[in-house]
């Protein structure tokens, strides 16, 4: 009797978790969301130091991207460096081999929060910015090199596969942005053909034919600079009074909701594969080595919660900019983080639904080793197991949708920039032409 109450008594806690515990990262978040849309950046930077989810030592990470573009967006650079150099640090240190090891045993929702690639470029963004704003070239330069780091490791992730996700070229933009305002131009016009070359080389569907109509005029314009023999028809026009470069963030990035599949075990030709449907998934790994009775039938039906991602529709739609007075160019679209976060999506499908069938059956497994010895204590691991059991919703959810940008040739002396959206918001900059390279960012959702 007093072993019948006691695993009651086991139920009815964990049956409490599982409800409990089942709320995405977006909906832990929606206040701090309200606090962006509504601009009150100091609100939702409060809300992100107050935030017992994002404290969690597992989620440090995410933690100090999200304080990192909050207080970027107050317009404290400084602070906001220190957290983005955190959170960037925490990017290169992540994968330990404790956490690998974790990686195949251990839900990924409890693990420590691993950036997805693009993070990997954006955080360098908004640290360039944040040193642009403060002055500091030298300083954005490095964010050049680092922005070239991540790139390589996103090519070398994506294993040489054409239509994966990998370099990135807002981010090759963006270094030739910034060796073009420390005057490098060999690099700049280096960096700018690179992500040419993706533009025109691209298999996603991503990035090709899609490439800004400024490009080539960059590459004109920093290869005359940098003394190169570099055939184009583009007009090269000095800027002897210096450049305004205004990017527009709109929207927000796509949040991730949790799904339920359920899969059954079976053995064909000697190999083991989960089928839920029309999804067939093979599964790596020798069921009968240490149980020569074992049959695909023991495992039963298991279910995987399922994380994926849901856009978010923007309620702006279109931005004019004037520069002193007169109508500019509509700005270009440089980087399409919805696109992207689905793209990463599809790439890792596959890969993430065997990971994960082959942690649930390592459960499944124990859950049966441990039955034959206690029943009851093997149905509490069984709850145990289903409590524990939820998608990782967690992103960098305060990025924006899209970025587009424009390139503004100065004018001597004051330089009114002025920006209205379609929802009747209006953004002004003055920038003083005296030389040099000014950048700027304005945030609509």
Known sequence: MFIKIKLHLICSVLLVAIGTSCATYYQKSIDTEKALIA??????????????????????????????????????????????????????????????????????????????AHEKILVHYYKALNYMQLGNVEEAIVEARRINLSSLQNEEDANGKDRKYGNDPFGLILMGMLYEADRDYNNAFIAYRNAKKIYDTDETGLFRGKEPYTLKQDLARTGAYAGMNYESTEVVNDMPYGEAIIFWENGLAPIKEEKNMFFSLTKTNGAYYYISGDLVIPIDYDFEKNDSTFKASDIGL????????????????????????????????????????????????????????????????????????????????????????????????????????????????????????????????????????????????
């Open 39 to 116: 601009h009150d950046y100091d609100k939702a930077t409060d809300n992100i130091e107050k935030s017992k989810f994002l404290t969690k030592k597992r989620n440090h990470l995410l933690y100090y991207l999200e304080l990192g573009k909050a207080q970027h967006l107050a317009g404290k650079f400084e602070e906001s460096n220190i957290s983005l150099n955190r959170a960037d640090l925490m990017m290169e240190n992540y994968r330990s081999v404790f956490d690998m090891a974790l990686g195949v045993t251990v839900n990924e929702a409890i693990q420590p929060y691993a950036s997805e």
């Open 302 to 445: 298991i279910r995987m919660a399922s994380a994926f991602y849901r856009a978010r529709p923007a309620r702006t739609n279109s931005a004019s900019l004037s520069h002193n007075k007169k109508p500019a160019k509509t700005f270009q679209l440089i980087e399409d983080v919805t696109g992207i976060a689905f793209q990463i999506e599809r790439d890792n499908y596959l890969k993430e639904l065997g990971k994960n069938l082959l942690r649930l059956t390592l459960k499944k497994i124990s859950e049966m080793a441990v039955a034959e010895k206690n029943e009851y204590a093997g149905l509490a691991l069984g709850i145990a197991n289903v409590a524990t059991e939820k998608a990782d919703t967690r992103n960098w959810q305060s990025l924006p949708s899209q970025i587009s940008y424009l390139r503004i040739p100065l004018e001597k002396g004051t330089n009114t920039i002025d920006i209205t959206t379609n929802t009747g918001e209006k953004f002004s900059f003055v920038i003083e032409g005296r030389g040099g390279t000014v950048f700027r960012n304005v945030v609509t959702y």
